[in-house]
């Protein structure tokens, strides 16, 4: 499932409420730097000279939108909770993602100041200083920990770059203080004959100690929702969640279940 123009919606998400969303990834197909077998996109096809548009472009559009809602001529845009960059990829891939960040928020300012601007991303592009410096400019950072162990991580999110570790994702995390909402995905499975279970009590305590690392002020689990590229996979029960969620509650962690 692509998503087809810059600006989308509002839709009603189920973690975030009522959303705009924004997608600065190719239209015609997923880029990314994972290549999760769960996601709702599908896998990465391989393109030489990837089309992004341009900061300019993505302006025009959220300003046609935000006008439209603050007009009462969009469904839903005057419960506007939320704009989302999230979509076709890793949104923090684009050149220009901080002069993206700063017009949406300038245009967010202008017209639904009351709207969240969050942003959505796997981890994977925070050793570079100015995607830090734009997700602080952000309401929400909402970013990806599907695993604590290596070979857990490669199996679920496989990453593009093999030598991506876990210790990178959360030496990366780690200055933002916890000033952050952690996002994982628990599911169940099988790919290319290997084993998917983040739920297990081994990947379970390195994710635990992962969280108490960086605490983060919010965490999100989820289950797969929406049809997946590998179908061999197993949507977690809601009692489970509960479970998995239960001793990070009883520590005092804001923790959010989407089951």
Same mark, same amino acid.
């Given at each position: ?64 939108? #935000? !006008? ?7 469904? /839903? %845009?005057?419960?506007? &909770?939320?704009? @989302? ?96 909402? #952690? !996002? ?7 790919? /290319? %004959?290997?084993?998917? &279970?983040?739920? @297990? ?59």
């Amino acid at each position: 499932m692509l998503f087809p123009s810059i600006v989308y919606g509002p839709i009603h998400s189920r973690r975030l409420g009522v959303s705009l969303g924004m997608e600065i990834m190719p239209i015609e197909h997923k880029l990314c730097t994972f290549n999760c077998v769960y996601c709702e996109c599908g896998w990465n096809e391989k393109v030489n000279h990837p089309v992004l548009p341009t900061r300019e472009e993505i302006r025009l559009a959220l300003e046609t939108k #935000l !006008q439209e809602i603050v007009n009462a001529k969009c469904p /839903n %845009g005057t419960s506007l &909770d939320v704009i @989302t960059f999230s979509g076709n990829g890793e949104p923090t891939l684009h050149p220009d993602f901080m002069g993206i960040i700063e017009d949406t928020c300038a245009l967010r300012d202008r017209y639904c100041p009351s709207a969240k601007v969050s942003v959505l991303s796997n981890s994977t592009q925070l050793g570079r200083p100015e995607v830090v410096r734009a997700l602080m400019m952000c309401d929400n950072r909402i970013l990806k920990l599907d695993a604590a162990t290596d070979e857990m991580m490669r199996r679920i999110d496989m990453p593009v770059n093999d030598a991506l570790t876990v210790e990178q994702l959360i030496r990366w995390l780690e200055p933002f203080n916890g000033d952050f909402t #952690l !996002q994982t995905c628990f599911l169940r499975g099988e790919h /290319n %004959g290997k084993t998917i &279970d983040n739920t @297990t009590p081994e990947e379970l305590k390195a994710w635990y100690q992962a969280v108490d690392l960086l605490h983060p002020k919010q965490i999100m689990i989820y289950v797969i929702d929406r049809k997946t590229p590998e179908e061999h996979l197993e949507k977690i029960p809601r009692e489970e969640m509960e479970r998995i969620a239960a001793p990070l509650v009883a520590k005092g962690y804001n923790v959010s279940i989407s089951a």
